[in-house]
C-alpha cells in the first residue's frame, strides 16, 4: 500500500472529487435540454446528493461536444476512454473495470450485448438523452447482476411544457454531416416524447505529424467510415402526481469499418496478417414498458419490462480493396441476439427514517451466431436476481445504506458446430451458478456544504457466453463451467462548498479482485483457456476543483490516478488505461450572446498488450465557440485535437487528427 500512499499525498493537493461539480451546468449553452426522466433512474433516493453516483447532465454534453456517450464519460474523472482497435469500437474503464464489469442500462434497462456483455459506446449518440448516470464500485443492488465495478445508466428526456422542440444541423470537416430533432409535449394527464437523429462520416483526418506505415499512408484514415441513425418514440400517461405508466421504443442502425493496424509491434499478429473488416449492421431494437404506482401513502411499485433485439454483421475482405472474399480468412459472420426479462420492484417508507426497497428481476439472453453457410447456433442464459436495499436515517446528518442480492444463472442451451461434420452438437452441460453481492455505506453531512461518505462493497460478475463457449478463432478451448468472479471495492470520499465559488471533492478507493477471470496460455500445447484463475488490486485517488473566478469565468479541472496490479503474474499487464489522466476547461461568456470554452486533457502512457507493448502519453486540446443567433438558435464552432496531435489509445490504432465541427443548434426554450 506505500505506493497508494504516495499517490494519495500526490493527488490531494490538486483538490478532490467524486461527483462532477452541479455548477458545471453553467457552462452549458442556452439551448441546454430539459430535465431529466426520473423514471428512468435507478435509484431515487435522498442520498443521491452523498453517494459517488455521478452524472453528466445534456447541457455539459453540448458544451463540450461530446456526440456519443463514451466521448460525453471521458469528462469524469475514474473513468478512461478505450478502445478495441480491431474492431473500432469506442469504449471506457470505470476505476479499471471494463464494460463487462460495469454493465450500461438505458432507463435502467441493460442494453449490454448478450454474447459477449460488452457494448460499442461509440454507437450511442447523446442527441435524445437527458443524462448518463455513473456509479462506481458502490452501485445500488437494484441494477441487477454484473456490476462488479459499478454501473452505467443512460436516461432519456422528458417533457415540461405543452410543447417543446430542440435540434441540430451540422456539418463536421467535409466529410461528415449530422442532424437531430427532439419533440415533445406535456399535457395535464399524459405526455409524449419523439427523436431522431443522424451521424455520418465518410472518414476522419489523421495527424499531419503520422508517418506513413504498412497499410496505411495517413491523411484521410482508412476504412473509418461510420453511419448512425436513431429513433425513439416515449408516451406516458400520469393519471395522479403519484402514478406514472410509460410506453417507450428505441431503433438503432448503425454501419462501419474498422481501420487496418497501423503500427510497428513485431509481436503483433496483425503486423503481417491485417484484418480487412467492416460492419454493415450494427442495429438494436428496444420496446420497454415502465411504471409507477402509489400502492398506500407510504408504499409504491416500480415496474421494467423490456425486449430487446441486437443484429450484427461482419464482412472479412481479402484486401483493402474491401471488393472480394475469396481468401481463407475472408468470411461473412452473423449475429442475432435477443434479450427479454423484467422486474419489479417494491418500495416504503412505512418503517420511521427508512427507505427501503425490495426488488425481483429476470432476464433471458439468446445469442444466435453463424457464418454464411454454416448452420445457426444458438445459446440461451436465464438470470434471476433478488435484491434488498435500505436507505436508513440514523440521525439528521447520518445515513447507514445497506444492500445485498442473490442472483443465479442457468444456461439452458450452448450448441457447438463441428467444421468436419458439419453438424450441431451440444456443448456439456454445466451446473447453474449463483452469486451473493453485498454492500454498505455510511454517509455523515458535516454541514450543509460538507460531505463525507464511506463504504465497502462486494460485487460478482457472471461469466459471459463467450467466455465460456468462443474457441477465439481456433486458440482456446472452451469452459462451460467457469464460475462468477468477485470483487470488494472500499472507498472513502468527501465533497465540500468551502466558498461560494469554489467546490472541492475527491475519493479514495482500493478494489480486490478474486477468481477473475483470466485467459491461461498453453493449457493444451498453443490453446488457452479462461479460467478462474487471477487476483489483483486496483487502487487510486480522484480529485476535482470548480471554481467561479468571475461571474463570467468558470474553471474546472479533474485528476484521476490509478494503480492496477496483477497478483497471480505480475509479469502479465493490465491494458488500456493509464496511470494518470488530468481534465481541464475554461468556459468564457464575453457577453451574453457568446459563450467560448476551451479544454484540453493530459493522459500517460497505458500498455496496449500484456507482454509490454504501450501507447505514449499525450495531451490533446479542444475549442468551442457558441454564439446566440436569436432567441430560439445559436451557432457553434468546434475545433478538436486543436494542435493536430498525433496519439493513440491503443498502439496501432492511431486516433484522429485536427477536424471542425460546424453545429447550428434550434429551440423553443431558454
Known sequence: MNRLTTALLLALPASLLAQQPDTLRSAAPDSASGPVFQLGVVAVTAARRATPQERITAATMQAQERMD?????????????????????????????????????????????????????????????????????????LYGPNSLGGAINLISRKPEKKFEVDGALGAIDANGYLGSINLGSRQRTFYVQGSLSFLHRDSWPMSADFQPMKNEDGGQRGNSF??????????????????????????????????????????????????????????????????????????????????????????SFDDATYSTQKKPYAFQSFYNDYTYGGGIEYGTTAVRRNQLKLALQYKRDVHRENNLGEPVRRFEDNTATVGLEDEYAVTDRITLIPGISYSNRANMEAQDYNSSTHA?????????????????????????????????????????????????????????????????????????????????????????ITDAIMGISNVEPGRSQMQNAGQAEFMGAEAALEWKVRKNLLCSVNYTYIERNNLQNPDLHFTDVPNTKLFGFLSYRPVDRIRMTASAEHCSSRYSTSYGTKAAAFTVANAFVSGKLWKYASLELGVNNLFDTNYSLVEGWPEEGRSFNLILRFFNHD
Open 69 to 141: 456517450v463514451s466521448r460525453a464519460l471521458d469528462l469524469l474523472p475514474g473513468i478512461t476512454l478505450t478502445a478495441s482497435g480491431p474492431r473500432n469500437e469506442s469504449m471506457v474503464s470505470v476505476r479499471g473495470f471494463d464494460l463487462r464489469q460495469v454493465p450500461v442500462y438505458m432507463d435502467g434497462i441493460p442494453v449490454y450485448v448478450p454474447y459477449d456483455g460488452y457494448v460499442d459506446l461509440g454507437r450511442f449518440t447523446t442527441f435524445d438523452l437527458s443524462a448518463v448516470d455513473v456509479s462506481k464500485g458502490f452501485s445500488s443492488v
Open 424 to 512: 450441431l452438437v451440444p456443448f456439456p452441460q454445466a451446473a447453474a451458478s449463483g452469486a451473493f453481492s453485498g454492500q454498505a455505506g455510511l454517509f455523515y453531512r458535516l454541514s450543509e456544504k460538507h460531505r463525507l461518505g464511506a463504504s465497502v462493497a462486494h460485487k460478482t460478475r457472471f461469466a459471459t457466453i463467450k467466455d465460456r463457449y468462443s474457441y477465439r478463432m481456433g486458440t482456446a478451448i472452451p469452459n462451460p463451467g467457469l464460475k462468477p468472479e468477485t470483487a470488494t471495492n472500499y472507498e472513502v470520499n468527501w465533497r465540500g462548498r468551502p466558498a461560494d465559488v469554489l467546490s472541492l471533492q475527491g475519493a479514495l478507493y482500493y478494489s480486490r
Open 226 to 315: 461510420r453511419t448512425d441513425g436513431k429513433v425513439s418514440f416515449k408516451a406516458g400517461w400520469t393519471p395522479n402526481a403519484r402514478n406514472e405508466y410509460v410506453l417507450g421504443y428505441i431503433n438503432q442502425q448503425g454501419a462501419k469499418g474498422s481501420p487496418v493496424y497501423a503500427g510497428s509491434d513485431t509481436l503483433n499478429a496483425l503486423l503481417k496478417k491485417p484484418r480487412f473488416w467492416q460492419w454493415p449492421q450494427w442495429n438494436k431494437e428496444t420496446l420497454y414498458f415502465l411504471s409507477n404506482t402509489q400502492v398506500t401513502a407510504t408504499s409504491n411499485l416500480r415496474a421494467r419490462l423490456y425486449y430487446d433485439i441486437f443484429t450484427n454483421a461482419i464482412n
